[in-house]
C-alpha cells in the first residue's frame, strides 16, 4: 500500500485536476460522498450527526457529507462552524453554498462550549493533510470538544492535529475511532504516535489514476501482499553451498549471546553455510552454544575483544562469503573499532553493519563513501542519532526523514529499529507493520541482524531483503507474544518462531 506525505498528495490532486480533466471540487464532492456513505455504515439507522468543518478542503468535505446525510430522514444533521461564511476557501466555499440555506441542516457558529444535544456520531472535518506544528484557537478547541464527546468519531482523510508527514502531535489531536482517507493513506498515520489517533482506517478511491499516485507516493506499508513474492525458493537440486554463506564478526566478553543469536538467525532464516569469529578465548564456548555455525576465533585484546590485526585474518576469509556481518556484542574497545573501520573500506561484499559496528562510526561516517560494496545499516534510534550528530528526540520526531536522509547520504540501505520500523534505501520508503512492545527487550536486534545477512547470502538485494527480514522479524515476535505474553517475551522465542512464520507466508504465496 502506497502512502503519501503532504506535498506529495498535492502533487497528486495537482496532476489529477490537469491531466484527468476533473476539478477540485468534483474530488471534494466524490471525498464528501465517500463520508456521508461511511457516516451511514457507522450509524445505520439513523440519529444526530454533528459536523464539525474548518475553512479548507476538508471543510468542504464536511458540507457536502453533510448535504447528503440530510437529504435522508433518518438522520439529524447539524454542521458547527468554525469559520465566517464568506472565509471558506474556493472549494470549499463552493460546497457550503449548497447548504447555506438548506433548512434540513442546521448550522451553528461554534463557541467552545459543549453541544447543546447529544450526537450519535461526530464528524471532524476540521483540519486536512496541511496542518503543520500545533492546531491553534478554534481548531484546537474543537479538538478538544470532539475529544470529549461520548460518541463515536469519524475523521475526515487524517485526524485533525495530526501531521501527515511525521505522525507527531504538537498540542491536541483528534482521538477517532474511524478515519476515512482519499487515494491514498496519509504517511502521518502509518508512524507512532498519529497511527494511534486514527482508529480504523478506511480508503475511498475518489477517481485519481493509480499511475498518477504512483509517480508521486514513494512510502510503501508494508503487508503480506508486499513481500510473499520476496521469500526465497529452492531448486530441488540445490545444496548448501547453493543456499549462500554468511560471515559474521561479532562477540566479546560477556556478549557471546549477541554473536551466537546473530548467527542462528542468519541460519534460521535459509543460509547454507554460516562461518562465526569470535575473539579466541571465547571460541570454545561458541563451539559448545552452536552446533550448525562454523566458528573461527580471531586474534584478541587483553580485554578479551577482537583486535584490529585479526582484519588479515578476516579479509581471508571474505572471498568465500556473499554477505559479511559485523557488530553484534563486539565492544567499543579501540582496537576493535579501528578494525571495523578498517572492513568498512576493506569488504566489497554487501556488509550489514550493526550494534557496536555502527558505534566505531560516530564521527566517521564519511568512511562510508569508501565502501567498495553494498552497505546495509541496523541502527535503533540512539544509534541512528549518535551517527548523524542529532538527538534522539530529533531522530523520533521525523523517523521518514531521519532514515531516508541517512540513506541518500551514505548510500546505504538503513533499518530504523523501533514501533513501525522504516526500511530507507533504493530511493524508497517502507514502514514495517508487524512487531510489538513485548520485542523491546536485549538480542532482538541480533536475531535481525543475522536475519538480514541470511537474505542477502541467498542472493537478494539489500533492500528487498531488509523489507522481508523486518517483516518476518516482527511476525515471529508477534506469533511469540500470542503463547509467549509480551512480558515474557524474549529474543531467542523469535528464533523458535520464525520458521513458523516463514511457512504462514509461504503458504501465502503458495496458495
Known amino acids: 500500500m502506497l502512502l503519501a506525505k503532504a506535498d506529495q498528495m498535492r502533487a497528486i490532486e495537482e496532476e489529477a485536476v490537469a491531466a484527468q480533466g476533473v476539478t477540485l471540487y468534483e474530488l471534494m464532492a466524490r471525498a464528501g460522498a465517500a463520508v456521508a456513505k461511511e457516516a451511514r455504515e457507522m450509524l445505520p439507522g439513523g440519529g444526530r450527526v454533528v459536523i464539525f468543518c474548518g475553512k479548507g478542503n476538508n471543510g468542504g468535505d464536511g458540507f457536502i457529507a453533510a448535504r447528503l446525510l440530510a437529504s435522508d430522514e ?49 464528524i471532524d472535518a476540521i483540519l486536512g493533510f496541511g496542518l503543520k506544528g500545533a492546531a491553534r ?12 464527546v461520548e460518541a463515536p468519531v469519524l475523521a475526515i482523510d487524517i485526524p485533525s492535529g495530526v501531521d501527515a508527514d511525521t505522525g507527531q502531535v504538537a498540542g491536541e489531536a483528534v482521538k477517532a475511532d474511524r478515519t476515512i482517507t482519499f487515494t491514498c493513506p496519509k504517511a502521518g498515520m502509518a508512524v507512532h504516535p498519529g497511527l494511534g489517533y486514527v482508529g480504523a482506517m478506511r480508503i475511498a478511491d475518489i477517481g485519481i489514476a493509480k499511475e498518477t499516485i504512483a509517480r508521486h507516493a514513494n512510502i510503501c506499508l508494508g503487508s ?60 570454545d564456548i561458541l563451539e559448545i552454544k552452536l552446533t550448525e555455525v562454523m566458528t573461527k576465533p580471531l586474534p584478541e585484546t587483553p580485554e578479551r575483544t577482537i583486535r584490529a590485526k585479526a582484519a588479515e ?84 520526531s521525523d523517523r521518514l526523514t531521519a532514515a531516508a536522509g541517512a540513506a541518500a547520504d551514505w548510500g546505504a540501505t538503513v533499518i530504523l529499529k523501533g514501533a513501525r520500523t522504516i526500511v530507507a534505501g533504493a530511493g524508497c520508503l517502507h514502514i514495517n507493520p508487524t512487531g510489538n512492545p513485548g520485542m523491546a527487550t536485549a538480542g532482538t536486534g541480533d536475531v535481525l541482524a543475522g536475519m538480514v545477512a541470511g537474505l542477502i547470502a541467498q542472493g537478494l538485494p539489500p533492500y528487498p531483503a531488509s ?45
Do not use: W
Not at 466555499?93 to 441542516?105: K, S
Not at 579501540?334 to 555502527?358: E, G, Y
Not at 518476518?472 to 515476535?477: D, P, Q, S, V
Open 224 to 283: 503480506r501482499a508486499v513481500v510473499r513474492p520476496i521469500l526465497p525458493t529452492r531448486r530441488t537440486d540445490a545444496h548448501k553451498g547453493d543456499c549462500g554463506r554468511a560471515l559474521v564478526i561479532a562477540g566479546s566478553v560477556g556478549m557471546t549471546g549477541a554473536a551466537a543469536m546473530s548467527a542462528q538467525a542468519a541460519l534460521k532464516i535459509g543460509a547454507g553455510l554460516v562461518t562465526l569469529g569470535v575473539p579466541e578465548s571465547l571460541n
Open 137 to 148: 484557537g478554534p481548531a484546537m478547541q474543537a479538538i478538544n470538544t470532539i475529544n470529549a
Open 313 to 396: 585474518q578476516i579479509m581471508d576469509l571474505v572471498p568465500a562469503a556473499d554477505v559479511v556481518l559485523a557488530g553484534p556484542g563486539l565492544s567499543t574497545h579501540t582496537s576493535t573499532v579501528t578494525l571495523v573501520r578498517q572492513l568498512v573500506t576493506l569488504v566489497a561484499k554487501p556488509l550489514v553493519i550493526d550494534a557496536d559496528a555502527l558505534n566505531a562510526l560516530v564521527g566517521k561516517v564519511e568512511l562510508l563513501s569508501k565502501r567498495p560494496g553494498p552497505t546495509i545499516m541496523t541502527p535503533h534510534p540512539g544509534e541512528l542519532g549518535r551517527l548523524l550528530g542529532i538527538s534522539v528526540e530529533e531522530v523520533q
Open 74 to 122: 433518518k438522520y439529524d444533521v447539524e454542521v458547527v462552524m468554525l469559520i465566517g461564511a464568506g472565509e471558506a476557501t474556493s472549494a470549499a466555499a463552493q460546497a457550503y453554498q449548497e447548504i447555506a440555506h438548506l433548512a434540513a441542516v442546521a448550522k451553528t457558529p461554534f463557541n467552545a462550549r459543549k453541544l447543546t444535544k447529544p450526537a450519535a456520531l461526530v
Open 467 to 511: 523489507v522481508l527480514a523486518v517483516y518476518l522479524h516482527g511476525r515471529a515476535g508477534d506469533l511469540a507474544a500470542i503463547e509467549k505474553t509480551e512480558l515474557a517475551l524474549i529474543a531467542t522465542d523469535l528464533l523458535d518462531y520464525l520458521p513458523i512464520a516463514i511457512r504462514e507466508l509461504g503458504r501465502s504465496v503458495n496458495g
